[in-house]
């Protein structure tokens, strides 16, 4: 039997395929379907005739080992007649006009549980109604996803089978309790249980994809399916909400039983659960581009492109009329370009919506893949570079391997609608493109010290620090390949780091406190410097808004709670029974600080010490600077491949955001003259 060639069911323009899934008494019976080509225009005109169900995609990273046979039946081809009632025959009677197309074990168990014993089941799947290996059809039919979706009858959420202890299926059940008996009896320790196992549901790795929102949103009835059991999507979400407003309770009664406290791995906050995350970008779907791939930066999709692609339906930048001219479009689903050339044109666009560079600080962005999706469909694999900041450092890493527990904290730049800080006073950004530029001339082959004729199998990896001496590389092929890359921005360097103290997992060491002056034993309020305190938190609150008095007097008392080798243990504080605003104070001081460095720049322009806070691999002689459009201080890293001047370096490598106290509201820039204003040029790769 041959495998299934979608010729037999081409696709016109506006059309969509649909799977009909067989009948079959059989449980375990063959799966037996049916594709047929239908315009879309004329499924939404008639929504009572034509019904059908939308399968989001969700299938594993298993091999497709599991094999669903294609009926072919064509008009002059009727399909014979079974002689009795048992379709478990009916494959056997196709044998000849029967293809087989292999399937992920995931969807395999998902068609055996919605297969009904009498009657057809209508189905969108993208896995089976879509070419995989046709990116042209993909780039298509990923276009019209907002009118599939809208226009299914009921969009499915598939979680996977139950879990062989019932966990899921008493989770499912759970939901509905919740619902009708949200009361305060559900949270206590009788129900440490339930609660566990209910998280344990709303961290299935089908919360952790990305194009879910989209199909949620446009759905008009969505419900939830894990095994044999459904519940409404909307239960489910005012379950989760429950969850979020309970949060800590929930956590207490867990904790308090041994036997559970386990299924709190990696568990941090209420933001640590996928589907939390997910319930709360539901209820304000509709944001800018920026905003949905900031707040959904952890979200999984197999193919990396996707980050962008699975979003554009749902922005406001889709529908907005254009307020000015335009340099560059929204971006559109091509699945003939790579990830590099996505990612750049996304940031292109984000740039010139906001006005704003702070893209550039956060971790939004999917990482390369390790292993090819398809040797001949996926383009060729690209180095990221550092002005593409990854979800590998972000606070919780991917939801997808979201067990690791907290990495890091959240963003100095806020959210692109709510900016807590102004450190380049407005100004607008200047930057360029290296994707735009094309590669180096041979004119500056020449000027970057490169000799003509050398050997390409010599070049070697780049300096990290300034060389001592000059040396003449080959690195014509690295620089061609950077150089597209690259972005040059404008900004004003502000200070060089001399040493860089890691804060690990909320410990602030000793060294770090003395250097911001306090002074080991003291606990009266004149005793803690303004510079202490307001640094641990970057001198806001968490609402990005000026920090509350109180940090003072709070940040005196955990000082007093100092271990004995004179470190702040935020860990060991809070778990004391300290007061709330103690651990309000504390959990800022988390939030800033988390596996971050403090740094120290030494005396500024004005003759005031430069403190403050970047990021954990912070290095000494690394540059602190404020680039034109970012909200936020950036740490640059010069670069030297060993051709040029011994102290101008090649390029720069984006480190990260960072705090300064002082310069955070552009005071870099106040009184500066003209001249100084224009700042200088940073080739960033």
């Not at 598939?158 to 009361?183: C, E, H, S, Y």
């Not at 249980?193 to 994809?209: D, H, P, Q």
């Not at 979200?299 to 749902?314: E, G, I, Q, T």
């Not at 309000?584 to 430069?610: H, P, T, Y």
Request: include cysteine; aromatic fraction near 10%.
């Amino acid at each position: 039997m041959y495998e299934y060639n979608y010729d037999r069911c081409p696709l016109p323009e506006g059309h969509i395929r649909i799977l009909f899934l067989k009948p079959d008494a059989d449980r375990n019976g063959d799966i037996v379907v049916e594709l047929l080509s239908y315009s879309l225009d004329e499924l939404a005109r008639n929504p009572d005739r034509y019904q059908f169900t939308a399968l989001p995609y969700s299938w594993g990273d298993d091999d497709a080992t599991k094999n669903v046979f294609i009926d072919m039946e064509t008009e002059d081809e009727p399909a014979p007649k079974p002689e009795s009632d048992e379709v478990v025959k009916l494959v056997a009677l196709l044998q000849g006009r029967a293809k087989r197309l292999n399937v992920k074990p995931n969807l395999y168990e998902f068609l055996r549980q919605l297969r009904d014993s009498k009657k057809e089941v209508a189905l969108w799947l993208d896995y089976i109604c879509v070419n995989q290996k046709d990116n042209l059809e993909k780039t298509n039919q990923v276009s019209r996803l907002d009118a599939i979706y809208s226009t299914a009858a009921k969009v499915s959420i598939w979680l996977g089978p139950a879990d062989k202890d019932g966990k899921t299926d008493r989770a499912m059940d759970f939901v509905r309790f919740i619902l009708q008996n949200g009361t305060e009896e559900l949270f206590k320790g009788s129900y440490a249980k339930a609660w566990s196992e209910f998280l344990y549901l709303m961290r299935r790795g089908w919360f952790s994809r990305r194009w879910i929102v989209q199909e949620i949103v446009l759905a008009k009835d969505a419900e939830l399916r894990c095994g044999s059991k459904v519940v409404h999507w909307r239960d489910f979400s005012d379950a989760v909400s429950l969850f979020a407003l309970n949060f800590d309770t929930i956590l207490k009664i867990i904790k308090a039983d041994p036997v559970f406290e386990q299924s709190l791995e990696g568990i941090t906050d209420a933001r640590s659960v996928s589907a939390q995350v997910l319930v709360d970008i539901l209820s304000n779907p509709c944001q800018s581009l920026e905003s949905l791939a900031s707040s959904l930066s952890t979200f999984h999709v197999s193919d990396p492109r996707d980050a962008v692609y699975a979003l554009l339906k749902l922005t406001k930048d889709e529908t907005k009329p254009p307020e000015r001219p335009k340099t560059y479009s929204p971006p559109k689903p091509d699945y003939e370009i790579n990830l590099l050339q996505v990612y750049t044109k996304f940031v292109q666009w984000c740039v010139q919506e906001s006005r704003s560079l702070d893209i550039l600080c956060r971790h939004w962005a999917l990482p390369e893949l390790e292993h090819r999706l398809d040797k001949e469909e996926y383009p060729e694999f690209v180095k990221l570079p550092s002005w593409i900041k990854t979800i590998d450092d972000s606070a919780h890493g991917a939801q997808s391997k979201r067990f690791g527990g907290r990495r890091t904290e959240y963003s100095f730049v806020g959210t692109p609608e709510s900016r807590c800080y102004n450190a380049s006073l407005g100004m607008s950004p200047t930057i360029s493109y290296g994707m735009d530029e094309g590669t180096l001339t041979q004119r500056e082959k020449s000027t970057s010290g490169i000799p003509e004729g050398d050997s390409k199998e010599s070049a070697i990896a780049p300096l990290r620090s300034r060389p001592t001496k000059r040396r003449r590389i080959n690195l014509v092929k690295r620089l061609q390949l950077d150089l597209r890359s690259s972005i040059t921005v404008r900004g004003r360097c502000i200070g060089r780091i001399i040493k860089p103290s890691l804060m690990p997992n909320g410990v602030i060491p000793k060294q770090v406190l003395q250097r911001l002056g306090y002074h080991t034993g003291r606990t009266e309020l004149e005793a803690i410097p303004n510079s202490l305190w307001r640094t641990l938190v970057a001198d806001r609150g968490p609402d990005g808004r000026a920090p509350p008095s109180w940090y003072l007097r709070a940040c005196m008392i955990c000082l007093a709670d100092s271990t004995n080798a004179g470190h702040m243990d935020t860990n060991k504080i809070l778990q004391h029974d300290i007061f709330s605003l103690g651990a309000d104070f504390l959990k800022r001081v988390q939030a800033v600080c988390w596996n971050r460095a403090f740094i120290d720049c030494g005396e500024g322009d004005m003759g005031s010490r430069l403190v403050g806070i970047g990021p954990g691999d912070s290095q000494a002689d690394d540059l602190v600077c404020i680039l034109y459009g970012c909200s936020v201080p950036c740490i640059l890293r010069p670069t030297w491949c060993g051709g040029g001047d011994d102290y101008t370096p090649d390029y720069y490598e984006l480190v990260g955001e960072a705090f300064l106290l002082g310069q955070m509201d552009g005071e870099a820039f106040v009184g500066l003259p003209e001249e100084e204003l224009k700042g200088q040029d940073f080739r960033i790769m």
